[in-house]
C-alpha cells in the first residue's frame, strides 16, 4: 500500500485527506480498500470519517465479498428490509440499482423513499451507523447522492429554538415513511413487522458527544404535539438543515467507494439522470448502529 502524507490536519493518518466541501465530506487518496487493512488504517480512517462525515475513496473495484470484508471493520453488517418478489429478503450485500433483473432499466421511482432526506433505518430502535455505496455503473450526468450536515444544521439553530427542541421526542416509522413519499401504503403484515419506534429529535454522538438533529422522512409525528405544529415543525427543521452551507452532492465516479456517518448526516439520491438509457448500480453494505440517545 502507498502510504502518503496527510493534508487535513492530523500527521498520524496514513493517508491523504482532502476536503470536498466547507461543509462535510473528504477524498482519501492512498488506500486499496480491496486489500486487508490493519488496525492502524481502520483506526485512522473511523477517526477521519468522524471529522468529515463522508469519505469518498475512488477507483476502487470491489467485489460483494471485498466490500463485505471492508465494512465489518466497522461493525456487523446490516440486513435490508425490502424483499425480492419470491418474498426472500434482499442480499445483505445488495444494490442499488435502475436495473431490474430481466437488464431492462426501470425508474427508480419504483422505490421513492431513497429519493427523499432521510437518515438510515431511523425507523428502527437501532439504526444504521454506516452505510457504504460503491459506484459500479454510474450515470454520465445526474444520480448524485446528496448529504446535509445535521451536526452544522443544529448548531446553526437560533438559541431559542435549540431550547424548544432540544428534549423533544420522535415517532418514526416505516409506515409513515411509505405514507410521506407517496409509496403505496403498508401492509398489515409490514406494520406488524416495522412497528413505529421514537427517538430524540436531538441526537447525540455516541463516539464524539456532539449534538445533531435526528430527522427525515421517516418521521411520523413528534410526541407530545398536534399533527399540525408537529408538521410545521419537522418542515422548518428540514428546510433548515438542506440549506447549502450545510451540503455535500457527491457527483458519481465509476469506482467510487463513499462512505458516511448516519448518526450526523441526512442524505437521498438525486432522480435527475436518464434512467431509460443509463445505469446507476451502487454496491451498498450497511453497518448497525446503537439506540439513538
Ligand atoms: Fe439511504
Not at 12 to 37: N, W
Not at 98 to 110: A, F, R
Request: cysteine-free.
Amino acid at each position: 500500500m502507498q502510504i502518503a502524507s496527510h493534508d487535513s490536519g492530523n500527521a498520524t493518518h496514513p493517508f491523504t485527506a482532502k476536503r470536498l466541501s466547507d461543509a462535510l465530506a473528504a477524498e482519501i487518496e492512498g488506500v486499496d480498500l480491496s486489500q486487508p487493512i490493519d488496525g492502524t488504517m481502520k483506526e485512522a480512517i473511523y477517526d477521519a470519517l468522524l471529522q468529515h462525515h463522508v469519505l469518498v475513496f475512488r477507483d476502487q473495484a470491489l467485489t460483494r465479498e471485498q466490500q463485505g470484508i471492508f465494512a465489518t471493520n466497522y461493525g456487523e453488517l446490516e440486513g435490508h428490509v425490502g424483499r425480492l418478489r419470491n418474498g426472500e429478503r434482499y442480499p445483505v450485500i445488495n444494490d442499488i440499482t435502475n436495473i431490474q433483473p430481466d437488464g431492462k432499466k426501470v425508474p427508480e421511482l419504483v422505490n421513492r423513499g431513497p429519493n427523499h432526506w432521510h437518515t438510515d433505518k431511523s425507523y428502527h430502535e437501532i439504526p444504521s451507523a454506516i452505510t457504504m455505496l460503491h459506484g459500479k455503473q454510474v450515470p454520465s450526468k445526474g444520480g448524485e447522492t446528496l448529504f446535509a450536515n445535521m451536526r452544522l444544521a443544529y448548531e446553526a439553530l437560533p438559541p431559542q429554538t435549540k431550547a424548544r427542541v432540544d428534549d423533544l421526542k420522535v415517532v418514526h416509522s416505516w409506515e409513515a415513511n411509505r405514507k410521506n413519499v407517496g409509496e403505496t401504503p403498508a401492509t398489515e403484515d409490514q406494520k406488524r413487522e416495522r412497528p413505529p419506534v421514537t427517538h430524540p429529535l436531538i441526537r447525540t454522538h455516541p463516539d464524539t458527544g456532539t449534538k445533531a438533529l435526528y430527522i427525515g422522512t421517516h418521521i411520523d409525528k413528534i410526541v407530545d404535539m398536534s399533527r399540525a405544529d408537529s408538521d410545521a415543525l419537522v418542515e422548518e427543521l428540514m428546510e433548515h438543515s438542506i440549506q447549502p452551507q450545510f451540503r455535500y452532492d457527491h457527483a458519481w465516479r465509476q469506482g467510487d467507494l463513499v462512505m458516511w456517518d448516519n448518526r450526523s448526516l441526512m442524505h437521498r439520491g438525486n432522480t435527475n439522470y436518464d434512467m431509460a438509457n443509463e445505469s446507476r448500480v451502487l454496491q451498498r453494505t450497511v453497518i448497525i448502529g446503537t439506540k439513538p440517545f
